[in-house]
Each structure stands twice: as C-alpha cells, then as structure tokens.
C-alpha cells in the first residue's frame, strides 16, 4: 500500500516535471518569436523598393538640371556686373575729375566770378556756358545714377541666384544620401529572395525579336532614336548615367533622341512635356513611354515591348510595355 502511494506520487511528479518542461518549450516557441524569422519577401516587393529608389533619382537628375541653369544665370550675371562696374568707374571717374577741375578753376563756382563782370555781354555768354555746363553735368549725373541703380539690381540677382544654387546643391545632397539608403534597402529584400528567384530578377532581356527589329528600318527621326538604343543593349544601369557605357531611364532617352537630332530635357516629366500626348493604344516605333508618376521612362519599339534601362544589378534591355501608362511623340 505505502509501496503504492510512493509511486503515484513520483508518476506526479514527473508529469508535473514533463508539463513544466513542455511549458518552457512552448513559450520560448510562441510567447517570443525566434528574431531570424523574416516574412516572405516576393519579386514584387523588390521591384517597388527599387522604383522608389529610381523616383528619388529623377528628383536628383531635375536638382541637377536646375543646378545647371542656375550657375549659367549666376555666370551671366557675374559677367553684366564687370561690365557695368566698369562704366560705373569710368562714369564717376569722370565726374569726380569734373568737379574737382571746377573747384581748382573757381572755388566759389562759376556763377559766382561772373558775378563780378562788367561786360554784360561777357556775363550773359558766360552765364549761358554754365548753364549749359551745368546741364551737361545733371545728365551725366542722371546717367550715373541710372549705372548705379542696375549694379546695384544686378548684385542683388546675383545674391538671391547664389543662394538658390547653394539651396540646391544641399538638397541634391540629401536625396542622394537618401537614394543610397533606399539602394541599401532594395539590395538587402533582393537578397532575402531565394537563388532561383534573385537570379530571374537580375536577368535582363537582351534577345531582339526580329518582329521588333524589322520597325528600325527607314530614316525616321523615331527610328533614328530607337537604332541608337538598341545599340546600348546590354549596358549597365547607373544611377544619373548620361553613357556612353552606363544610363538611367531618362539619361538612355535624352542621348538617344539626342542622336536623332533632336534635344529633349533630361528628366522623364519634362521629356513627356516636351513632346505631344499620345494614346497608349495609338503608340508609334520611338514614342516615349513613361509610368504614371514620372519615375520611369524607355522608347516603344512596337509589337507590345519597350527598350529601356531598368535599375541596377540589371542593364538597358527590352521589356513589355507593362506598367507604361503616359507616352508623347517627339521629333
């Protein structure tokens, strides 16, 4: 009986011993998650970090456009100021010599030894030469003044665009800090996609379908511009390259209208504003092709498929026209 009663009592006892073991477990699976456990990453998540990242850069490639016109304005300025400045010296230089040679020949004023004549003649003919003097002078003070006046405006345009420039140049700065966090993000979802996966997403499409080719033939300012990109199959993609080996999206179809002969702005927006809207159902061979909000652009070479530069890791290459929405004709 005692014998009994031990036993039951030690199978208790393990099973309490087993309950709290099978607790501990329990919590340290449920009660805290295992920090190495990522969510699944897919290619589409992937490809929006990285259109994130290319938005930012075409807000760069628009600073450095700006930045550019700004230093031309600045250079100009700084050229009218020489050039004024140097008439401004000129002018007072003249008139302080005036004054000067006045005071030396009459210290009282040339009225005032006219004063003394009694030759009425001589006074009324003196008098006139004064006057006329006199009138001489107010012009080329007037004249001076006006100079003064510019320099003065001139100097402060120089100013206001210097600080403008400077604004710029900090804010640059910053997105492209920024880009290069967003970049560091991208990389890092890229690389939590299986080998399978991250090798079909770095894989760019350089095969030319001889359907698409065949829309290259002729002389056509379009298919001047689509004969240069195509070209540039197979190069890398850099952020804000203008080639010749490496390009963005925009930097691929400013240089390749550019070959066309025809000169587009650097930036996706203002390449579609410079051209005319197209329906994406009426699109022609060289068309710009962009998305909606501005961050990606390529040209339409027909038959559904566009040649652009994608992102990095990959290079300028032909895709669908999937995810296209604006166009414009330029040329």
Known sequence: MHTTVVQRRRQVRRRGIAVAAALTVSGALFAFPSAHA?????AK??????????????????????????????DDLTDDIERQLTTYRRQKQALGDAIVQQQIDAPLGPTASLLGSDNPEQFLEGLGAVQALNSTRADELATFGRTSKQ??????????????????????AAKRAKIRTKYEAAKAELNRLDAAEKKKMNTSNTTVDPKVTANLKGSGKGKQALAFAMAQIGDPYVYGGTGPDSWDCSGLVMKSWAAAGVSIPRVVGPQIAAGQAVPMDQ???????????????GLYLGDGRVVHAPRPGKSVEITSLSGFTRAARVG
């Not at 060289?286 to 652009?297: C, K």
């Open 283 to 297: 699109l022609q061979p060289g068309d710009i092709v962009a998305y909606g909000d501005m961050s990606h652009d």
């Open 38 to 42: 990522d969510p699944a990453v897919t």
């Open 151 to 172: 320099l003065k405006n001139r100097r402060a345009q120089l100013e206001d665009r210097q600080k403008t420039l400077q604004a710029a140049k900090k804010e640059t």
């Open 45 to 74: 998540d992937v490809e929006k970090a990285f259109h994130e990242v290319e938005l930012i850069n075409e807000q760069v490639n628009a600073l450095g456009e700006q930045t550019k016109k700004t230093q031309a304005e600045i």
